[in-house]
């Protein structure tokens, strides 16, 4: 059974912590990751990961796909109240994305 | 703004009745999913259309149904609604099926008391 798995389920950190958010799956089709992000309404796309070892980045986010050992990345530097919310990482096999259930991350000021 | 819209964004019905949720994809895209997010669950895999016709099936209900249309809007029918039903539905599409990113609507919350 196609599965994708996030840890930790919930993290809190201070502001300007840096965070890593780990996603694993097992796929029979994998066809790219993806990374979004959630608060309270629609998720909104980060990254889109197809080939390891490449470094996706966007301002303090950066994430990167280990296709060998079936796993993925995605770290926040300098972390801001802005950044709370649930990370979610899904695997498209071809004909359907399967999400992980999450990691819901609270920054302090 | 993602340009995929939903309709309607709350809806409250009661136990045994039947709603429609509607979704227009954004301009060009040929494909359309399905998901249902309850409060304590992830988002569940329902159904992927593309061009009109069914690819993919999640753990969808036998008292769900789903179609695509040829505007390529899509439709999701929920009937002898129970109150588990109640969650947000989010209809996302996508314009290229192998390597594409998937573009949410802003949900339809349905609520069944």
């Known amino acids: 059974e196609d599965k994708v798995v996030q840890s930790p389920l919930s993290l809190v950190v201070h502001e300007g912590d840096t965070v890593t958010l780990n996603c694993s799956y097992e796929?029979?089709?994998?066809?790219?990751l993806l990374w979004y992000k959630q608060e309270k309404k629609a998720p909104t796309f980060l990254f889109m990961l197809t080939s390891s070892g490449i470094e996706k980045k966007s301002g303090r986010l950066s994430s990167i796909l280990d296709k060998k050992e079936l796993f993925s990345i995605l770290n926040i530097t300098a972390t801001q109240t802005g950044d709370s919310a649930v990370y979610l990482c899904a695997v498209n096999t071809g004909n359907q994305f399967y999400f992980g259930t999450g990691t819901s991350l609270t920054v302090i000021p | 703004d993602s340009g995929v819209t939903q309709t309607p964004k709350h809806l409250i019905t009661a136990t045994g009745q039947r709603v429609t949720l509607r979704c227009s994809p954004r301009?060009?895209?040929?494909?359309v999913y399905w998901y249902q997010q309850s409060l304590d669950q992830g988002l569940q895999f329902l159904i992927h259309?593309?061009?009109?016709?069914?690819?993919a099936k999640g753990n969808i209900l036998e008292r769900f149904s789903a179609q695509q249309f040829p505007d390529l809007h899509s439709e999701l029918n929920l009937s002898s609604l129970e109150l588990g039903d109640s969650a947000l539905y989010f209809c996302?599409?996508?314009?290229?099926?192998?390597?594409?990113?998937?573009?949410f609507g802003e949900g339809s919350r349905l609520t069944v008391l």
């Open positions: 301009s060009g895209d040929l494909s």
């Open positions: 259309y593309y061009n009109g016709e069914e690819r």
């Open positions: 996302a599409s996508s314009g290229q099926v192998n390597t594409g990113e998937l573009f």
């Open positions: 796929v029979t089709n994998f066809r790219s």
